[in-house]
């Protein structure tokens, strides 16, 4: 199981904040952008990625929301904001709740959802500019890929991942967090991973 994971320090954690302009809510729009990315093929999806957003805007931080496209689950690209809106609505307490198949949302840290994948026997790799290649780095089946909005990832998270996690670099230009994605699945693909 490969696994992606979007970070973003302001996009909105509920329902209700997220009914506006996207931008306006956390930068949303690039947290769309980045599933569209991270799950969608032409015509197809791909069922072998669990897509993790991890917000920690206001009013109520931190939400992590997965998605693994199901048989059943009612998205397309057009319909990804009310998605996500519709998971930050249902919300509650206490619980990982399903709210759409393959769909959940609950209150979990940025850190320790990535020591769960860890301690799952995943390897986790960081896209940092300054990292190792991406195209000579060793991936296993087990992967999980964490990418930051455009602010990046807090430096205290960033200090403790840097003790387990191998950082690698999509190039030397600087991409949307969206096509980085897109270029982490598309080496992924070529690999047969």
Known sequence: MKH?????GKAVTSGKALSGDLMKAGRMDIAIHSL???????HNFRKDVKFHFIFYGMPDPPKHI????????????????????????????????????????EKKSFLRVVEELEEQGNQIFILN???????????????????????????KEMKRLKQTAI?????????FASQVFAVVNNELDRRGI
């Open 66 to 105: 997965e998605i693994q496209v199901k048989e059943d689950t009612p998205i397309s690209k057009k319909d990804v904001a009310k998605v996500i809106q519709k998971l930050l609505y249902k919300y509650k307490e206490g619980e990982k709740r399903e709210v759409l198949p393959g769909c959940f949302v």
């Open 129 to 155: 500019k300054r990292g190792e290649d991406l195209r000579e780095v060793e991936i296993g089946e087990n992967c999980v890929f964490v990418i930051g909005d455009h602010e990046g990832l807090p430096k």
């Open 167 to 175: 950082p690698v670099s999509v190039g030397s230009k600087t991409y």
């Open 4 to 8: 992606l994971i979007y970070f973003s």
């Open 36 to 42: 569209i990315q991270g799950i969608f093929l032409s």
